[in-house]
């Protein structure tokens, strides 16, 4: 549940750090937007077993992650999906975009563990992936629209 908020709003998390007792979970570094979050989180342009890529992203939080997706693709390919026709996201905001055809990702699964040894099943998918898009912060790429969260697999 906080994970999930983590991936959805992370510079809330940043801002309750601010008055928050001390929490790991607000070790995240103060700069980081919510795209880089994305990318960090979800883009992974050649397969790295689940493991050795979930470290990577437990580092920030502090914790196992129990689920997490990784694409296959990169940062230019899925933001050029925020250029097609908007869809309503699954918080009902009207901020998503489809993947024009399925790519290859990996979902990774918790299966034992405690921080920082977490160990991870691998799956192979070949699905369409919906993310959310917004403009991008001062310090992202330029681009008019950046993925910010990854909505759905599909
Ligand atoms: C893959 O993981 C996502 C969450 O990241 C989940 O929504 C989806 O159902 C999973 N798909 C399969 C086939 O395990
Ligand atoms: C980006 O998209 C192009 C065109 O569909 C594809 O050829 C290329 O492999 C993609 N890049 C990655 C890293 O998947
Ligand atoms: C997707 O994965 C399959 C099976 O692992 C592989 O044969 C195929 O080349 C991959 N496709 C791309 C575009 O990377
Ligand atoms: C992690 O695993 C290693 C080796 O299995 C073990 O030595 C270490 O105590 C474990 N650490 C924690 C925090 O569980």
Redo the contacts with the bound molecule.
């Keep these: 549940m906080v994970l999930d908020l983590l991936g959805c709003f992370p510079h809330l998390l940043l801002l309750l750090g601010v008055w928050g007792p001390v929490n790991p979970l607000f070790a995240l570094p103060n700069i980081i937007t919510r795209a880089q979050w994305f990318k960090i989180q979800h883009l992974q342009p050649s397969p790295l077993p689940c493991n050795r890529a979930m470290s990577i992203v437990n580092k920030y939080t502090q914790h196992c992650k129990p689920e997490n997706t990784f694409l296959?693709d990169s940062f230019e390919n899925v933001t050029a999906i925020c250029d097609l026709p908007r869809i309503i996201c699954k918080n009902g905001r009207y901020n998503c975009h489809k993947s024009p055809r399925p790519?290859?990702m990996t979902n990774c699964s918790l299966t034992t563990g405690n921080y920082p040894n977490c160990s991870y099943s691998n799956a192979?998918l070949?699905k369409f992936f919906v993310v959310a898009c917004d403009p991008p912060q001062p310090t992202d790429p330029p681009y008019h629209l950046v993925p910010v969260h990854l909505d759905k697999i599909v």
Aim: hydrophobic share 40%.
């Design positions: 296959h790519i290859n192979a070949y």
